[in-house]
C-alpha cells in the first residue's frame, strides 16, 4: 500500500520568520497597536493569526481581522520570500519521491503564498498535494487543512495489519495534535519554531532535531512494516 508523508511549512520546509515577522511589525505599527517583544512574537509562527493577534495583542476579532488584511499587504508582496529553505530538505523531498510517497503540504498559511513560496523555491514538483488554509472559505485551522491534505492523497492510512501509513511532519504543536487526531504518525522537529518541551508535550511520537533524523524515522518506520 502507499504511503503518505504530509509536510508543514513554515518552520518546517523553509525558515519563513524574517518576513512574517517583519509583516507583523509592518501591520501593528501601521494601527498604532503595541508590537510585542520577540519573544512574543515567535508565539506567532504556526497558529492563525487571527487568532494570535488576539491572543498576544488583546486585539477584539474585528480588530485582528483587520490587521490581518493589512499584514497580508506586505507579506504578500515581499514578506513570503523573506524565506529560505532548510539544509537537506530537497534530499529528504526527493527520498520520498523515489520511495513512492505521496507528498503534500499542509500548511495554515494561506494555500497561493504556500504554492507561491515552493514554486519560488523550485519545490513544487516533488509534491502531489499542496493544502493551506482558505480564509474566505473559513479553512483556518491544522486539524480541518490536514484532513482535506489525506482526503486529496487518497491513500489509506493504515495496512491489512492496522499499522499507520501516514506521517505528519511539523514544528508545532498544533501539527503534532492534529496528526495525533487523524491518526498520522506524528514527528516533531525541533529546528523550526517549537521548542522540544512543547512537541513532547502534544506527544509527538518522534522528535528530530535536524532533517536527517526525519529519513531515520522513516527508515526505522519502514523496517518495522517489514517485521
Known sequence: MKKTILFDLDGTLTDSQEGILKSIKFALEHFGYTVPDEETLQLFLGP????AFQEHCGLTFEQAEETYFK????????????NKVYP??????????TEQYTIAVATAKPEHYAKDILDHFE????FDVIVGANYEAGLLHKKEILKKALT???????????????FMVG??????????????I???????????????????????DDVD???????????????
Open 48 to 51: 492563525p493569526l487571527v487568532d
Open 71 to 82: 499584514f497580508r499587504e506586505r507579506y504578500g508582496t515581499i514578506g513570503k520570500f523573506e
Open 88 to 97: 537537506n530538505i530537497v534530499d529528504l523531498l526527493a527520498k520520498c519521491k
Open 123 to 126: 519545490l513544487t514538483p516533488y
Open 152 to 166: 486529496l492523497c487518497g491513500n489509506p492510512l493504515t495496512d491489512e495489519n492496522g499499522r499507520r501509513l501516514a
Open 171 to 184: 514544528d508545532r504543536k498544533y501539527d503534532v495534535e492534529a496528526a495525533n487526531e487523524l491518526g498520522c
Open 186 to 208: 506524528s514527528i516533531g522537529v525541533t529546528y523550526g519554531y517549537g521548542t522540544e518541551a512543547e512537541l513532547k508535550e502534544a506527544d509527538a511520537e518522534y522528535i528530530c
Open 213 to 227: 533524523e526525519i529519513a531515520d524515522v522513516l527508515n526505522l518506520e519502514e523496517m518495522m512494516v517489514r517485521r
